[in-house]
């Protein structure tokens, strides 16, 4: 299996700030990445796939980069509806895994 | 408009099987490249994939879950059904489907609302 980790695991922001959240892979995965959003009780939410590709419908305030083993995926100005916890996943290999997750909570 | 919506019992006992039905609108099993997939979330915990079907017929299982899986498709119901023998504690979840994302590999861009299934004595 392909492992994810991210960092921070949590952390506090302030509504307009920047926001960065990396995911590391075990093993090079091709930019086979995708990033969710996730609020209590609710299932996640698609943002971005193929590591950078917006889905349709995201504001243009979520961004991802990153190659390799290594992506991010960056808010660039916090809105109050951003605070959630964040998940990435690989799909690289055919056993897809998830992250750990992120959770962004207010300061 | 694409919709999902998974069903089964709330609660299991220790050692029996767990199915799981998923009720999908929106999309064929039967078009070229469409999938739908299973992922679980144990209460205040990540994300874990288990199961994923294609239309046409390909299965891919998580390799730690392998055995006690099994994921079949009623193209004709729209349906997709999800089995877990051997159901233990651990496996106490929200349990969603998901619908594939065409083109660009195996994301999920839809989701049902999950149902949460208790595995206790």
């Known amino acids: 299996d392909i492992q994810m980790t991210q960092s921070p695991s949590s952390l506090s922001a302030s509504v307009g700030d920047r926001v960065t959240i990396t995911c590391r892979a075990s093993?090079?995965?091709?930019?086979?990445l995708a990033w969710y959003q996730q609020k209590p009780g609710k299932a996640p939410k698609l943002l971005l796939y193929?590591?950078?590709r917006l889905e349709s419908g995201v504001p243009s305030r979520f961004s991802g980069s990153g190659s390799g083993t290594d992506y991010t995926l960056t808010i660039s100005s916090l809105q109050p509806e951003d605070f959630a916890t964040y998940y990435c996943?690989?799909?690289?290999?055919?056993?897809?895994?998830f992250g750990p997750g992120t959770k962004v909570d207010i300061k | 408009q694409i919709t999902l919506k998974e069903s089964g019992p709330t609660l299991v006992k220790p050692t029996q099987t767990l199915t799981l039905t998923c009720t999908f609108s929106?999309?064929?099993?039967?078009?070229?490249?469409?999938?739908v997939g299973w992922i679980r979330q144990p209460p205040g915990k990540a994300l874990e994939w288990l199961a994923l079907?294609?239309?046409?017929?390909?299965?891919r299982y998580s390799p730690s879950l392998k055995s006690r899986l099994t994921i079949t498709k009623d193209t004709s119901k729209n349906q997709v059904v999800l089995t877990m023998t051997n159901m233990d504690p651990v496996d106490t979840a929200t349990y969603y489907c998901?619908?594939?994302?065409?083109?660009?590999?195996?994301?999920?861009?839809?989701w049902g609302q999950g149902t949460l299934v208790t595995v206790s004595s």
């Open positions: 998901a619908h594939r994302r065409l083109v660009a590999g195996t994301c999920f861009d839809y």
């Open positions: 929106g999309f064929s099993l039967s078009t070229s490249g469409v999938g």
């Open positions: 079907i294609y239309w046409d017929d390909d299965k």
């Open positions: 093993q090079g995965i091709s930019n086979s």
């Open positions: 193929a590591a950078s």
């Open positions: 996943q690989q799909y690289y290999s055919t056993s897809i895994t």
